[in-house]
């Protein structure tokens, strides 16, 4: 039996002392949901963004630990980040959301060591038989064989070249990338095949390939999007803790714009009476430091990330609680969320209207919204495969 990432293998019923742990079928006889079941103890989850790690939707059992008054869970050790080998079959993911900006998407990692209480790709984990709080953070999985893979995509006949969106599910840049270095390897099969590709990402880690993206930029064959959430450091660590902070997002900002690469800022989420507030700050700071196109995005929960957000929001903030709630049901028809296309990214009512009527306005002033950043897929030159048989004549 365990819990979390680790836990001592007693159970109640043996009498042993220690951690004890309760197994109810989710299915048959869950409760309501109640925070103080899941939580894990500061001391444990140090430096990362959720409070708990509840069972994923998919699981028949939910496992509730408790002391059982021997005073063991204090024993118990600190979330470690562990990171295994997926070996995937493809690559480039494909949507047909009208609410984004790109068809294709390429994600070298499953799940993110940033932490971010509020990211919408959590629920992912539970296709893996994980939670999507802490283990989202904590388990990660690498595709080490994804630049080979997107290599043979390239190559395949008739392809015809769109731009790839690199780190829409889980930031590229997330600290295990300075280990496994799979982002840089993918940029370096796009730089050969003259391939498009834009980039979202909220780690300074990305100006080490700075290189390849300046060589990029020169053909128009980049774009880098930052994603800056608030520019209150207190904040920032709260809600995502092992991302990089406000100001050295501002620094990248700055530093890729001197270097000749295409830069914009992305103001997400948008939290209502939480962050909200700063929407006009930060365009301008961004400015100030040479981006060149801002768009924001509305605070998303979906499935697990609800609960997650929540539970973070009651532990960090309680005293906002019941407003942020109130006013994220206020724009999305009294639920904590509404998946319509057309409304997930942005709301609806008069409070997404006021947040969207600012952000306008403001980009306006700022000149964020003069130009927009097209690539290039006309040169686009398909790479060799691997094992490609040479041709007779």
């Known amino acids: 039996m365990a819990m979390d ?93 009208p609410d984004l900006p790109f068809e294709r998407s390429v994600n070298p990692y499953r799940g993110c060591e940033h932490g971010c209480v509020y990211c919408f790709a959590r629920p992912t984990h539970s296709y893996m038989g994980l939670s999507a709080g802490l283990d989202f953070e904590s388990r990660l999985f690498a595709k080490p064989n994804a630049a080979r893979l997107l290599q043979r995509q390239l190559s395949k006949k008739g392809y015809v070249a769109k731009v790839i969106a690199l780190g829409t599910n889980t930031d590229p840049y997330q600290p295990i990338e300075r280990q496994w270095k799979i982002t840089r390897q993918l940029l370096e099969v796009l730089e050969a095949a003259n391939h498009p590709v834009a980039i979202v990402t909220k780690s300074a880690l990305i100006l080490r390939d700075i290189d390849i993206l300046q060589r990029m930029a020169a053909r128009n064959l980049v774009k880098v999007v930052i994603s800056v959430t608030t520019l209150d450091r207190r904040l ?30 992305m103001v997400a989420p948008v939290v209502p009476a939480l962050n909200d507030h700063e929407i006009e700050r930060i365009l301008d700071s961004a400015k100030a430091a040479g981006a060149g196109e801002a768009e924001y995005v509305l605070l998303r929960l979906p499935l697990e990330v609800s609960a997650v957000f929540r539970e973070w929001l009651l532990n960090h903030y309680p005293g906002r609680y019941r407003h942020v709630m109130n ?26 209207w006021q947040i969207k009527r600012r952000f306008d306005l403001t980009r306006k002033r700022l000149e964020l919204n003069r130009r927009s950043f097209s690539l290039d897929c006309s040169q686009f030159i398909a790479p060799r495969a691997d094992q490609e048989q040479l041709s007779l004549f």
Request: aromatic fraction near 6%; hydrophobic fraction near 35%.
């Open 327 to 352: 006013l994220i049901r206020s724009m999305r028809g009294g639920k904590d969320y509404d998946a319509e296309f057309g409304k997930r990214m942005s709301g609806a009512g008069p409070y997404a």
């Open 5 to 97: 990432n680790m836990v001592a293998d007693t159970i109640c019923k043996t009498g042993i002392p220690g951690p004890s742990i309760v197994q109810l079928n989710k299915f048959a006889r869950r409760p309501a949901y109640r925070f103080e079941e899941t939580s894990i103890s500061q001391n444990r989850r140090r430096g990362r963004g959720a409070v708990s790690n509840p069972a994923g939707r998919f699981e028949a059992l939910s496992r509730h630990v408790f002391d059982d008054g021997w005073q063991t869970l204090d024993e118990l050790p600190a979330f470690k980040t562990d990171v295994q080998v997926e070996q995937s079959k493809s690559i480039i993911s494909t949507n047909r959301s």
């Open 236 to 265: 920032s660590r709260a809600m995502e803790p092992r991302a990089a902070t406000p100001g050295l997002r501002l620094k990248v900002i700055h530093d890729l714009a001197k270097a000749g690469i295409p830069v914009s800022v």
